[in-house]
């Protein structure tokens, strides 16, 4: 299914479920140019795949992704650093604009990049060692790719604007309190068993449809209700011309199961 050879990603299939796996262990899966670069290119070649979804989790047990590599930053100019930004910021893109759910899996440190990557996916989950922050503003620097904007509108702006500014790292308890992460577990193997058990229950109901939901979803968190209900009119609307809906109807009324084709 996926064609390029990787240094730091590794990809396995399971049953039409994908686990995306960072790996730079040795530097806790902090982000260079060089990952961000092939993470554009992996999501470049999984966005037309047929997947019923993907993981995304930090090779080892104790980093899901310490977070942009502070060493390479050191060395960058401000042009430099915008077009680190942008391919930063694009990844993040590439990953909400998947057709199928993304599920972050939170396994130990999730910092500054690393918790931007995982705001990106559709919904975060997490091992009980896991940690967030965004500590930028430690290093005299802002959350670059989407934290300043997706934090607040997943935890709320106050809440967003207390941990940025304080750099504060929070643990598992409180990442659940604030609703930033939906479920803990003891160990990455059983998050990863659970997430790929409800990843697979979801392939009863039609992928089309749930790529779109997705899209009038994330669309309608940038816009007033009434622009996203126009959007999910629309959407609503399109899907009585797709084999989906067709066969998710009839198979009801039919009294049997529905077979879905993603179209
Ligand atoms: N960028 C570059 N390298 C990083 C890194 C990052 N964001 N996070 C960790 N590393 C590297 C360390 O430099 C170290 O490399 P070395 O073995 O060559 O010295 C290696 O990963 C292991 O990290 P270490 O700090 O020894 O592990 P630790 O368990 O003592 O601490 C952290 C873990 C996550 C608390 C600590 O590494 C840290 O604070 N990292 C930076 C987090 C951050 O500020 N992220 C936001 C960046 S914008």
């Not at 942008?86 to 972050?104: D, K, S, W, Y």
């Not at 999730?110 to 290093?139: H, K, R, W």
């Amino acid at each position: 299914m996926i064609k390029k050879s990787y240094q730091y990603l590794q990809f396995e299939l399971e049953q039409a479920i994908g686990i995306l796996t960072i790996d730079r262990e040795d530097k806790l899966n902090a982000l260079n140019s060089d990952l961000i670069e092939e993470l554009r290119s992996f999501l470049q070649e999984i966005s037309d795949k047929p997947l019923s979804g993907m993981i995304l989790t930090g090779a080892g047990e104790k980093s899901f992704i310490a977070g942009a590599d502070i060493a390479a930053m050191t060395e960058m100019s401000p042009k430099q650093a915008q077009d680190f930004a942008f391919c930063g910021q694009h990844v993040t893109l590439m990953i909400e604009e998947l057709r199928f759910p993304v599920v972050a899996a939170v396994n130990g440190f999730s910092l500054g990049g690393g918790l931007e990557m995982a705001l990106a996916c559709d919904y975060i989950y997490a091992t009980q060692n896991a940690l967030f922050g965004l500590p930028e503003v430690s290093l005299g620097l802002i959350p670059g790719f989407g934290g300043t904007q997706r934090l607040s509108k997943i935890i709320g702006r106050h809440r967003a604007k207390q941990l940025i500014y304080s750099g504060r790292k929070i643990k598992i308890d409180e990442a659940k309190r604030i609703g930033l992460v939906l479920e803990d577990f003891e160990s990455k193997d059983q998050m990863l068993k659970q997430i790929k058990n409800e990843l697979s229950k979801l392939q009863h109901n039609s992928p089309h449809a749930i790529g779109v939901a997705k899209t009038v979803i994330n669309k309608g968190a940038d816009l007033s209700v009434e622009e996203g209900l126009e959007i999910e009119k629309s959407q609503f609307a399109q899907l009585f011309d797709s084999y989906d809906m067709q066969e998710g109807t009839k198979a009801f009324i039919e009294k049997r199961k529905a077979e879905f084709k993603g179209k």
